[in-house]
């Protein structure tokens, strides 16, 4: 059902609640593959909730309904000079669906920041505020428009990486800050793994305020089209650093960095738009698009220690056959791996276990992602804690039932 309004969600939230008849929550479905394959045919569609509400550029706030596309959000504060610091991804590329037509809602729940995550937090950390309704079928609003609004706990941040499971949010209330005036990105080539993950700690270690740490394999590139190949030799690997700030400040410090760096070669310094654009295909892990030659690889975002990920990614693509991407200089590496039935999850989960880290599928076929579970397994402390914050919420577990776990679906 599409709904209006937060009168109209209460009332399919209680219905549902009345029939036992979960709901699958959804904006335009851009990110529909992503968890457990839900079963159920009943779908609360918040696409017409799609307004912007307020925006208050000066005072640094934009207040949205769930449904309002985030390139339109995007824009909007684009042309104010501000942006969304945690960078949300654009699934569109990884997953295949349209673009432009991912949601604010969607953007929350998934939780997918980008390359600035690192220095700028993620999507939880700015969200302000959220009215929402929870699985009692009762409307609730939880932090608030002001960036030091609360106490204890801010409930709101709860339903940022929820994927929809604890309520249905109608509107939030997001922090956005001052674009920055100019980037500069230096590039180091044909640096291995290892020494690409040394020199992003040593870079993100440094006085010079780096705002990006990036390293694609030259194998990663080989088939891959758009910026980062127009500027790859063949085979040559990518080590990208992003410096941001006004122009003398970035450019400053880009030409210290260079220097400092100079152990691991001599980097290349690109500006602006062209930096900019290499920045999109890293957050939006361009060279395993589905519209490429992996198309049919399962693809895994996996989160580990930072100093450990050169090592860690380069023995699992070795062992699969597979590519790696790492991103947040080597605490996020996106890996694309050969079709497998389980889509490589038991071996990767005991190499990612090992080094304390967690593994998320995030694309892959429905047969895969019914045998496997999508979402890292958690110690049954943690999980059994996150279950009870789940029936705290929605006690008849009516909401994106089934989307988070493979357990039975009661």
Request: proline fraction near 5%; hydrophobic fraction near 45%.
């Amino acid at each position: 059902m599409k709904v209006r309004d937060a009168q109209e969600v209460e009332d399919v939230v209680r219905a549902a609640i009345a029939n036992e008849q979960p709901l699958e929550i959804v904006g335009h479905g851009t990110k529909r593959s992503v968890g457990q394959k839900m079963a159920t045919n009943a779908v609360l569609d918040l696409s017409a909730l799609n307004a912007i509400v307020s925006y208050e550029p000066n005072e640094l706030i934009i207040t949205v309904q769930a449904g309002a596309p985030l390139a339109d959000v995007l824009s909007l504060v684009d042309a104010k000079g501000q942006q969304l610091a945690f960078e949300p991804m654009d699934t569109s590329v990884l997953l295949g669906t349209s673009p432009a037509l991912g949601t604010i809602g969607g953007m929350i729940a998934t939780g997918f920041a980008g390359p600035r995550r690192i220095k700028a937090g993620g999507a939880r950390d700015h969200l302000l505020g959220a009215h929402a309704v929870s699985g009692f079928g009762e409307s609730f609003k939880a932090g608030g428009k002001v960036v030091k609004n609360v106490t204890g706990y801010d409930l709101c941040k709860l339903l940022a990486g929820s994927f929809g499971t604890l309520a249905v949010m109608t509107e939030a209330t997001l922090k956005v800050t001052p674009r920055p005036e100019a980037e500069r990105t230096l590039v180091l080539r044909g640096l291995d793994d290892l020494t690409a993950n040394k020199a992003m700690t040593h870079a993100l270690g440094s006085p010079y305020d780096v705002s990006g740490a990036a390293h694609l394999p030259g194998s990663a590139l080989r088939t891959a089209g758009g910026a980062l190949a127009d500027i790859a030799a063949s085979d040559q690997s990518l080590t990208l650093l992003r410096l941001e700030g006004i122009t003398s400040s970035a450019l400053h410090r880009a030409q210290s960095l260079r220097t400092a760096l100079a152990d691991y070669g001599s980097a290349e310094l690109i500006e602006d738009d062209a930096s900019a654009a290499l920045w999109r295909e890293v957050r939006d892990v361009a060279p395993f698009a589905a519209s490429g030659p992996r198309a049919l690889w399962p693809v895994w975002r996996i989160v580990c220690p930072p100093a450990l990920g050169g090592g860690f990614g380069q023995q699992i693509a070795r062992e699969s056959g597979g590519e790696v991407i790492y991103d947040w200089g080597g605490g996020l590496i996106w890996a694309a791996l050969p079709p497998a039935t389980d889509g490589h999850a038991k071996a990767l989960r005991q190499r990612v276990d090992a080094i304390g880290g967690h593994a998320t599928l995030v694309r892959a076929s429905d047969d895969v992602r019914s045998a496997v579970d999508v979402f890292h397994p958690q110690p049954k402390g943690l999980a059994a804690l996150g279950a009870r914050v789940k029936s705290s919420f929605d006690p008849t577990n009516i909401l994106n039932r089934g989307r988070m776990s493979r357990g039975p679906a009661t």
